[in-house]
């Protein structure tokens, strides 16, 4: 039996790649899935800790998901 991709290891991946070239927007929509993975399982601190860098890449890239990044920094009380 063949053993099944690791998907935080594939996002891992991702963002080391992500960060290696420098692709701002890449860097905001994997910081955004590794939030939403924490998400999922209640990880509230680690959640914020990758949407201020999901927003922070967004705001750099000049990306329209910045907005949806603050409202939902606002929602867990970390940005006003």
Do not use: K, N, W
Not at 53 to 70: E, K, N, P, R, S
Request: proline share 2%; aromatic share 8%.
């Amino acid at each position: 039996m063949q053993d099944l991709p690791d998907p935080a290891s594939e996002l891992d991946a991702a963002l080391i790649a992500a960060h290696a070239a420098r692709d701002l927007r890449a860097l905001a929509s994997l910081y955004t899935a590794a939030a939403d993975r924490f998400e999922t399982v209640g990880e509230h601190d680690a959640a914020c800790f990758m949407l201020t860098q999901a927003y922070v890449f967004a705001l750099d890239a000049g990306a329209d998901q910045a907005t949806d990044l603050h409202a939902r920094l606002v929602a867990y009380g970390r940005e006003d």
